[in-house]
Each structure stands twice: as C-alpha cells, then as structure tokens.
C-alpha cells in the first residue's frame, strides 16, 4: 500500500526493540533476550512453572476486579455489583503498592520453562504492570471530570446499558449502586480540589456541557413532574422484567423513588454546586502542556497509546505528510465524479448538499440505525473468505442515549460479555443528523462493527485458553489501529462502490492523519481550541459540529487520538513484508487470525508474533 512509506520513514527507526516492548518500560535486564519471550527458549517447557503462572495470573485478574466494580461489570462478573469504583488517593496509593509487588512477583518467574503462549502473557502482565506504574506519576493530571466521559455520565450510562438484572439480587445491587453515589461523588468532588490545588482543571469551555449533562440525569419523574427520568424508566423496564408479586415489586419501586431523591438527586446537585465552583476559577488554556510536569505527562501519554517511542514533533510531521497524501487520492475521486472545483470546494459541496443527510426526524434516525445495521450484515457474508476466527457474539447498533448524546462522540463501540447475555453494540451518535453524512457509513459501521471493533473484541473476549486479562488489556494502537485498518480492508473485499462512499472512506482517514496534527498541535505547540477546529475545518470535509466536538475529545484525552493511524499503517505494513515474504504462500486468512488470536498487543509484539508466523509458513 502507497502509504506504507510513512511509517517506514518515522516508525519503523524508532519501534521498540524486542528487549523493551514499550518505551518508557525498562524491564530492568541490560541485554540477552527480555523474560518471557515468545520463541527461543532453549529449555523445555516445564508444567509446574508454567501452572504456576497461570494460578498466578488468574488470582491477579480477581484483584484486579475486586478492586474495579465497575470495570467487573463491563466484562459481565458480578463481583462487587453493589457498588462504585473508590477513586481516593487512599486508594490509588493502595493499588500502587500492590503494582509495584505485582512487577516484582512477574519478575520471579522464569520465562524458558513456559510454553510460547504463556510466555507472551506473562510479557503482556509485566508491560501493563509497568505501564501503570510510570502512570501513576501523572495521577492527578488527569481530568475527573470532563465532559466527554466522566462520573457524571458513567453512573447512569452503566446502570441502563452494563448493570444487568437477572434476579431480585441483581436489582438490590442496583438499589445500592443509587443509594451510593453520594460517597462516589464525595470522592470526585474531592479529586477536583485536589487537582485544582495543583492547577488542574478541566477546560474553561467544558463546564457548561458538564453541568448540561449532570441536570439532564436529575430531569423527570420522581425529581420533577415530568415523564420518567431515564434512570426512573430503567429501574422500572428491569423491575417488570422479573415478574415479582405485586407488593414487593411496590416495595421496591418505592425504595427506588427514595434512592433516587434522597441519594442521587442531592448527589447530583452537591457535583454541580462543585463544577460551577470551579468553572468561576478555571484559568484558559487548552493543552497539557499547561498542566504540572505537562511536557513529560503527554510525553508519557504518547508512548502509551502508540506503544512506540515517537515523539510529538515526528508524530506532528507524520499528519502532515499523510493529509497530503490522503488529499492527493481525494483529488482522484473528484476526477472520477466529475467534479469541477478545488477540493475545498468538494468539501464544502460534501459538507452541504442535502443528498449525504438523513433528515432531522425520529424516522430520519432509524433510517440510519437501519442502514448502519444492513451494512454489517452485508459484509458479514463475505467475512469467511478473509477470517478464520469469527466471533460468536451478536451486535446491535443503538443510538446514543439523550442524557448524553450532546457531549457524546460521533460513534463508539461497547464489548460484549464472554456468556453473550450481553450483545456487543454499536452506538451512533444521532443528536445531529447533520453529523453523520451517508457517506461516511460504510467507513463507519465497519469500524465499528466487522470486520473493525466487533470483530476483534468478541473474538478477544471469547478466546479460549487465554488468561482472562488478557482479553481485556488496553494497547490502543493495536484496538484502534484495527479498526481503522478495517475501514480500508473493505476496499480490497469489493466494497465501496460508490465514490462519494469510497470518499468516505478516504474522509475518516483524514481525520485520523489530522487528529496527528490537532493532538500534538494542542499539547506539545500549544494551539488554542480554535485554531485546532479550523485545522480540521481547513481541512476535512466533516460538519462544523463535528470538528468541534473531535477537537474537545482530543483536548480532555490527549494522545489517544494518536494511535488510530500509526496502528493501521503498521498492521499494512506487516501485511505487506509478510506478503513479499511468503509470496504465494501468504494466506489472507492467516494473517487476519495470527494479529487476533492472543487478544491486543503492543506493536512491538505484533511485529514479532507476525515474524514468527511467517517463520512457520516458510
């Protein structure tokens, strides 16, 4: 692929060696091969060690739990189902300790008597292990609150969409979650002092969106006389769902109506007294950089989420060069349709025209739904001839709810449970039609459905014979580069015909080689939030919401946006080598299953495992 060449002039001189599989992550031995390496032990396997390990590294994921109720809930445990994660220092002081005995047990043991598979978990336990360690010094420069996703959002958002109800405990454990948000948010309240104290606040224009947001959770029934608040409408939609005599199912509607006013209400309006405190005070300024230790926090940030050691000028330079080329191939399917104009006026022309738009009505929106999810299914037939892995789990695709469809982003992807009672979705942003061109759609749904998000996290969370954190473990240029890798994937199966679609395509890559540009323009130059969202407006074809709420996404999660393009040029890249390598050899299907296969993994890893598989194909 013509873009390959990017990567190999900024990446590849700087991807992390096989000795230290993330920058920034020692691993303490000068030399020879890291612990646990994939291939070339010179020692049998030996069982003892290696069940030694795996006993290990389950006890390791129970902590892990016990210790986050929420994140138990995401993956569908009910451990801890009554209640909040704690977010004190006390706490975090707490976890710290018990990573840095982790690092130290991980260390203890020895990575030539393990079988390859488990050798690679045990390098996986001690890169995360590392990673949140350096993390922790740049602990209160993260935002509590924020308006893209923050306490105030996550409470209701894992209550109707995560916290399942299958029996009368399961619904007394929701009744606890809403009795205890005042101690949750006691604590957040108390992060925002903290942080504050060291200078660190949200972004000046966030406060409005976050005070938004928190009063629509506390409008309707029972805190005003108006319809059923959303959560109201849950706890009721799950309380009907068991069936329950009729006194006791009154009983705890009741005790619902009274968690709800006395606990959630006052809880709500404590966190917005607090946020309108601070929003008097909050000082300007939009990137990192003005935050205590600011230039090592995002230097940090970057070698996280890329897993490489690129800098913010290189990672800047790289954006560059790939609008340009990206403009260059647009310029191709204007030809293609005609088009007479500068690609300025192409964008505006596909910025306006009320062809690429649904209307702005409930049957506008589930047009979308319903297109989005003819899409999947379409592609989904032609899956078999490019996987051999496919995921068992179904998906659906759901529209933001209100509450937080205004702060939202475009789209977003939730897993699914490994028991499938809960369905991986697909959810589409619809507050503004005006946000969600047809044209983009394909791109879209296949990011984050299949071959793209859906795809690879079933399949992580269904692997068999993995140790379970590792199908949860976060390496984001490998998730996102995925996913936009499966944007482009399409193209070479016969999809896209369209070239206003195919333009489409071409669009969200754009926007990930700006989002290059935008973050490290934002946090390492210092631009101002408006002169990133007229970057993007200059730029890209997409709506002018949508560049600004990107650009306020970005501000509040510096780097992530970073590792989209530089995961999806590496995968092209290993592709590609593999391909040249192999030559006749190279199976599609092989490829696709060895990048799956052992759930997400730093690039570094990724280039190995892929070197080994090739190595295997010979």
């Given at each position: 692929m013509s873009h390959s060449k990017y990567l190999r002039r900024w990446l590849l001189p700087l991807l992390c060696s096989v000795a230290v599989f993330l920058a920034g992550c020692d691993t303490g031995r000068q030399g020879g091969e890291p612990a646990g390496a994939v291939s070339g032990a010179d020692t049998a396997p030996d069982g003892s060690e290696q069940q030694r390990l795996m006993d290990y590294l389950a006890a390791m994921d129970r902590v892990n739990l016990e210790r986050s109720p929420t994140f138990a809930s995401f993956r569908g445990?009910?451990?801890?189902?009554?209640?909040?994660?704690?977010?004190?220092?006390?706490?975090a002081d707490e976890t710290l300790s018990i990573w840095r005995q982790r690092l130290q047990d991980l260390k203890g043991f020895d990575a030539t008597k393990l079988e390859p598979a488990a050798a690679l978990s045990l390098r996986i336990a001690q890169l995360t292990t590392e990673r949140a360690i350096e993390g922790d010094r740049f602990r209160h420069n993260e935002y509590i609150m924020q308006q893209f996703r923050a306490p105030h959002t996550q409470v209701p958002s894992l209550l109707i969409n995560i916290h399942r109800v299958n029996s009368l405990a399961d619904l007394e454990a929701y009744l606890k979650r809403l009795e205890g948000v005042p101690l949750l948010f006691d604590q957040v309240i108390e992060q925002m002092r903290v942080r504050a104290e060291r200078g660190v606040f949200a972004p000046r224009w966030s406060y409005p969106q976050m005070l938004e947001a928190s009063a629509n959770v506390i409008t309707g029934a029972p805190f005003d006389n108006s319809a059923d608040s959303t959560l109201l409408a849950d706890f009721k939609t799950k309380l009907a769902s068991?069936?329950?005599?009729?006194?006791?199912?009154?009983?705890?509607l009741a005790r619902a109506n009274t968690a709800l006013l006395q606990s959630v209400q006052p809880a709500y309006d404590k966190l917005i007294a607090a946020l309108r405190e601070q929003q008097q005070v909050a000082p300007a300024g939009d990137g990192v950089w003005r935050l205590p230790d600011g230039e090592a926090y995002y230097d940090y940030l970057l070698r996280y989420y890329t897993t490489t050691d690129l800098s913010a000028e290189q990672i800047h330079q790289m954006g560059l060069e790939?609008?340009?080329r990206i403009h260059s191939e647009m310029r191709a399917i204007m030809q293609q349709v005609e088009f007479d104009g500068s690609l300025q006026a192409f964008f505006a022309f596909m910025r306006e025209d009320p062809q690429f738009y649904f209307p702005e009505t409930d049957a506008g929106r589930q047009a979308y739904l319903d297109q989005a999810a003819a899409l999947i299914d379409t592609i989904g037939e032609k899956l078999p001839a490019y996987f051999g892995i496919l995921p068992q789990a179904d998906m659906v695709v759901k529209r933001v709810e209100a509450f937080r469809e205004r702060s939202a982003g475009k789209a977003f992807y939730q897993s699914p449970t490994p028991d499938g009672s809960r369905p991986g979705i697909y959810y589409a942003n619809l507050y503004k039609m005006s946000d969600m061109p047809t044209y983009q759609m394909e791109a879209l749904a296949y990011h984050e459905g299949v071959p793209g998000h859906h795809m690879q996290r079933a399949i992580s969370v269904e692997l068999e014979g993995v140790p379970a954190f590792q199908k949860y473990v976060s390496f984001t240029a490998y998730t996102e580069g995925w996913g936009l890798y499966s944007e482009y994937l399409p193209k070479e199966m016969g999809f896209y015909q369209d070239p206003y679609s195919d333009f489409g395509r071409l669009a969200m890559e754009l926007w990930r080689a700006c989002r290059l540009v935008v973050d490290t323009g934002l946090h390492a130059k210092q631009w101002s939030r408006e002169q990133a969202i007229q970057y993007l407006r200059d730029n890209t074809p997409n709506p002018p919401n949508d560049t600004v709420k990107a650009i306020e996404r970005y501000i509040v999660y510096p780097g992530q946006a970073t590792a989209y393009l530089i995961g999806k040029i590496r995968i092209v890249e290993l592709r590609?080598?593999?391909?040249r390598?192999?030559?006749d050899k190279f199976d599609i299907r092989g490829f696709h299953d060895e990048v799956l296969k052992d759930g997400p993994v730093p690039l570094s890893l990724l280039e190995e495992k892929i070197s080994a598989w090739v190595q295997r194909q010979s």
């Open positions: 445990e009910k451990v801890g189902l009554d209640r909040w994660n704690d977010v004190s220092d006390a706490f068991l069936s329950l005599e009729q006194q006791q199912a009154e009983a705890l790939n609008v340009a590609e080598q593999a391909r390598q192999l030559g």
